[in-house]
């Protein structure tokens, strides 16, 4: 019992030192969404900015949603050369936007403040806001599945390309990921699975908003996929969809 006692604490003080030199912090806390220590949040929770284990959103756009959703008459995205169809956001990218369209205060819940102290009189900081105005930023909340790579000609089959694939429609063909993305939790993985939200691109497609996933640990606004490729050409986030 002596020798498993001993392993057991010489692996408690390995783990954070091992952490510490990933220099990598996985998970909510301590990152941009974590309300932990804002004032007017008396509980002090990381999760209940957002969510609760009770009386939540009957709509449930993201999973025990708690904050109230945002109601703005939004923009979306339109270009004569989209063959996509874009309507109004929903589902996860609906979640997002309801504290970052600047319409509703960040601890706005749908049965009173969350983390349970005043509602706060402001909304997002503005250089934060993203909307209710949404032509100029990239669509969401439409389908994107292997009918639309065809019929749009220049982005990848999501259900067959993988992160790390090389870019075989194009000249120089450098797969569009670093050589330190190897065996990391989306390399391998289809666009499908490592990206879209029930075959739709979302807000959450790009950014990891519990800062988990792909790059998102180590990038100040929670990409999934960060950087350039080898040769300077571009966002690997933006190569990964499309052929360029």
Not at 201 to 220: N, R
Not at 224 to 238: P, Q
Request: aromatic share 4%; proline share 7%; charged share 15%.
């Amino acid at each position: 019992m002596k020798r498993i006692h001993i392993l057991m604490i010489g692996l408690a003080l390995a783990l954070p030192t091992l952490a510490s030199a990933q220099g990598v912090n996985r998970g909510t806390a301590g990152s941009p969404h974590d309300f932990s220590t804002n004032s007017w949040n008396l509980r002090r929770g990381v999760c209940s900015a957002c969510h609760q284990a009770h009386h939540t959103d009957e709509a449930q756009i993201a999973p025990l949603w708690a904050h109230r959703t945002s109601t703005a008459a939004f923009v979306p995205y339109s270009s004569p050369t989209m063959n996509a169809s874009v309507g109004m956001p929903s589902g996860a990218s609906l979640a997002c936007l309801s504290c970052h369209d600047g319409t509703l205060a960040i601890n706005q819940g749908i049965s009173g403040p969350l983390g349970g102290g005043s509602t706060l009189s402001g909304t997002i900081d503005p250089s934060a806001q993203i909307g209710p105005d949404l032509h100029t930023t990239h669509p969401i909340s439409f389908v994107y599945d292997a009918a639309l790579a065809a019929a749009d000609g220049g982005l990848e089959d999501p259900t067959t390309y993988k992160i790390g694939d090389p870019k075989t429609r194009l000249t120089i063909s450098t797969p569009p990921v670093p050589a330190s993305w190897s065996g990391t939790s989306l390399t391998g993985k289809t666009i499908n699975e490592a990206l879209l939200i029930n075959q739709r691109m979302e807000c959450s497609s790009c950014h990891d908003v519990h800062k988990m996933d792909g790059s998102a640990p180590s990038s100040g606004i929670l990409l999934k996929i960060s950087g350039t490729d080898s040769s300077g050409r571009g966002s690997l986030l933006c190569r990964t969809c499309h052929v360029k």
